[in-house]
């Protein structure tokens, strides 16, 4: 009687098919996760920058309340020689100070141009685009100014928006500034 015995040649055509069929599945999950890293990487190298530009939207306020006392002026600003940062407006500021306010916030949209912020050769971001010699980025900044009816503190609000993959995405970011000196 003859026994039967494996090819001994090595695996069989199905056992094969059977392995690749695994290799193949193992690949595709992990080249998902590797592109879902990816993907989540970029979206949060993103809300990183855009949660540092609103916080320097809010230390850019505080520190033109700063500037203000170190000029005897209302810490405010809404006496000379002070710049005013009350009045419950929308501003468009950059490290080089404010650049614009408008009295009613509707005025200025967050995705204008106006917004938009660009990048000098020094790496700062900016709202000039110095005639188009400073490249623009996908980060858009303003921030609102409303004032306590009892003159006790200002609130601040920084917006920064941009769009990632078609989608708008914002962060805020809040605070209250006392005359605390």
């Not at 069989?12 to 989540?40: D, H, K, P, R, Y």
Request: proline share 3%; hydrophobic share 35%.
């Amino acid at each position: 009687m003859k026994i039967l015995t494996k090819n001994q040649g090595g695996f069989t055509m199905m056992e094969l098919t059977v392995v690749i069929t695994i290799i193949i599945f193992g690949l595709l999950g992990v080249s998902s996760l590797v592109i879902q890293n990816l993907q989540a990487q970029s979206v949060n190298k993103e809300y990183l920058i855009a949660s540092m530009l609103a916080q320097e939207g809010l230390e850019l306020v505080r520190n033109q309340r700063d500037n203000n006392w170190l000029r005897q002026a209302d810490w405010k600003g809404a006496a000379s020689p002070g710049i005013d940062i009350v009045q419950d407006q929308t501003y468009i500021i950059d490290y080089r100070g404010f650049t614009e306010a408008e009295d009613d916030p509707d005025l200025i949209d967050l995705g204008s141009d106006a917004t938009k912020l660009y990048q000098d050769p020094n790496g700062y971001y900016t709202t000039d685009s110095d005639s188009g010699n400073n490249p623009d980025t996908a980060y858009y900044r303003i921030i609102h100014i409303t004032e306590d009816p009892d003159d006790n503190f200002i609130g601040a609000s920084s917006t920064v928006m941009w769009e990632n993959r078609g989608n708008i995405r914002t962060y805020q970011v809040d605070t209250i500034f006392y005359d605390w000196r």
